[in-house]
Nanobody, 122 residues
Framework: QVQLVESGGGLVQPGGSLRLSCAAS????????MGWFRQATGKEREFVAA???????YHADSAKGRFTISRDNAKNTVYLQMNSLKPEDTAVYYC????????????????WGQGTQVTVSS
């Protein structure tokens, strides 16, 4: 059983930056594909970015050029660096993990964190 704990969310002004972290425990971290998703109030959950165990990266079009996913296998942690934040980035951000990496990208990962709130507002 894998546990995922997100942190780093908060209130930020438009144009600002945040770095989200997702700490994993209970599994072999370097064998998991990891991903970030977000869900705004009243909207469906959407894919943000994913990184495979081998380091291949996928970003949603909305994240390209502004968000960067990375992982530190020594720390069992995946990060989402978010720059040039916009009000429309406001959402609860969730971390996901699965050994079947295609399931992460598809939003069907087995393991999910509890989420961290990101609010972009002046």
């Amino acid at each position: 059983q894998v546990q995922l704990v997100e942190s780093g969310g908060g209130l930020v002004q438009p144009g600002g930056s945040l770095r989200l972290s997702c700490a994993a425990s209970g599994g072999t971290f370097n064998s998991y594909g990891m991903g970030w998703f977000r869900q705004a109030t009243g909207k469906e959950r959407e894919f943000v970015a994913a990184i495979t165990s081998g380091g291949r990266i996928y970003h949603a079009d909305s994240a390209k050029g502004r968000f960067t996913i990375s992982r530190d296998n020594a720390k069992n942690t995946v990060y989402l660096q978010m720059n040039s934040l916009k009000p429309e980035d406001t959402a609860v951000y969730y971390c996901a993990a699965d050994t079947a990496e295609y399931r992460v990208v598809a939003g069907k990962a087995v393991y999910w964190g509890q989420g961290t709130q990101v609010t972009v507002s002046s």
